[in-house]
Nanobody, 125 residues
């Protein structure tokens, strides 16, 4: 069982930046990780994913060029750097772990096996 704990959310003005962190209770070095978000009344949507060794990444179109996913396997932590934030980026952000051994980064929520509790991101216009 792996526990994931997100942090770094908060209130930011449009155009600002936030860096989210996701700390895992166990080793994550062999597993792809992802970030998803969910705004009130919306489905949970894919944001970004990163392969087990960090070489492969995938981004949702709305965040390409603004968000960057990265990982530090030595610290069992994944990050999401969010720049040029827009009001439509406001949501609860979740990190997730895909327990497939050295699998590719995935964009489908149900393909992930472990989830954090989420961190709120609010963007004021």
């Amino acid at each position: 069982q792996v526990q994931l704990v997100e942090s770094g959310g908060g209130l930011v003005q449009a155009g600002g930046s936030l860096r989210l962190s996701c700390a895992a209770s166990g080793r994550i070095s062999d597993y792809a990780m992802g970030w998803f978000r969910q705004a009130p009344g919306n489905e949970r949507e894919f944001v970004a994913a990163i392969g087990w060794n960090g070489f492969r990444t995938s981004y949702a179109d709305p965040v390409k060029g603004r968000f960057t996913i990265s990982r530090d396997n030595a610290k069992n932590t994944v990050f999401l750097q969010m720049n040029s934030l827009k009001p439509e980026d406001a949501a609860v952000y979740y990190c997730a772990l895909d327990y497939s051994h050295r699998g590719p980064p995935k964009m489908i929520a149900h393909e992930y096996d472990y989830w954090g509790q989420g961190t709120q991101v609010t963007v004021s216009s």
